[in-house]
T-cell receptor
Framework: AQSVTQPDIHITVSEGASLELRCNYSYGATPYLFWYVQSPGQGLQLLLKYFSGDTLVQGIKGFEAEFKRSQSSFNLRKPSVHWSDAAEYFC????????????FGGGTRLMVKP | ETGVTQSPTHLIKTRGQQVTLRCSSQSGHNTVSWYQQALGQGPQFIFQ???????GRGNFPPRFSGLQFPNYSSELNVNALELDDSALYLC???????????FGPGTRLTVL
């Protein structure tokens, strides 16, 4: 069965600092991987996705993620964090590149210090 | 163009009762998925409807059921509510089975 682990429940960074959120997955075939962000009172918003090709994927809001098959990881990065990035971030794996029937990780709550 | 909307926003029920949650798809979207997000956890896939037929289901008991209507709006019904059913219920819609998925803001269900 597929699964996703996000080892860090909470992360606090200073505004302007770089960010890396960790994601490890378990999946039997070619994984389709996603990162979503959830702000309070908001639905999930897709940041980026990976299903083939270049292992470094660019997303919205200046985020990027790197797929490393050997480490079963898909970590999310941002070079310089803004206060508005404070939110909950979820990594997910799906059966196809459209994101059907996703399996989500437990999430990482990001707090940004001024 | 309106996005995915859900109603009600919040709901309080008691154990053993039944509840219906509603989702209006984004215009042009004929696929709807439902997820349960318990407090402090990631969303869990409940089921998906495509053109009014269920075409995928997660590990949820039969007391979780759904409907999709000809206008592609959807309902999630939960019978015999249990305390552990307290959660944020998210609906997502997409065009077909390959379009980008858009999530609604969710319905917060509290079971007392």
């Amino acid at each position: 069965a597929q699964s996703v682990t996000q080892p860090d429940i909470h992360i606090t960074v200073s505004e302007g600092a770089s960010l890396e959120l960790r994601c490890n997955y378990s999946y039997g075939a070619t994984p389709y991987l996603f990162w979503y962000v959830q702000s309070p009172g908001q639905g999930l918003q897709l940041l980026l996705k990976y299903f083939s090709g270049d292992t470094l994927v660019q997303g919205i809001k200046g985020f990027e993620a790197e797929f490393k098959r050997s480490q079963s990881s898909f970590n999310l990065r941002k070079p310089s964090v803004h206060w508005s990035d404070a939110a909950e971030y979820f990594c997910a794996v799906g059966d196809n590149n459209a994101g059907n029937m996703l399996t989500f990780g437990g999430g990482t709550r990001l707090m940004v210090k001024p | 163009e309106t996005g995915v909307t859900q109603s009600p926003t919040h709901l309080i029920k008691t154990r053993g009762q039944q509840v219906t949650l509603r989702c209006s798809s984004q215009s042009g979207h004929n696929t709807v998925s439902w997820y349960q997000q318990a407090l402090g956890q990631g969303p869990q896939f409940i089921f998906q409807y495509y053109r009014e037929e269920e075409n995928g289901r997660g590990n949820f008991p039969p007391r979780f059921s759904g409907l999709q209507f000809p206008n592609y709006s959807s309902e999630l019904n939960v019978n015999a509510l249990e305390l552990d059913d307290s959660a944020l219920y998210l609906c997502a819609s997409r065009a077909g089975l390959a379009g980008e998925q858009f999530f609604g803001p969710g319905t917060r269900l509290t079971v007392l």
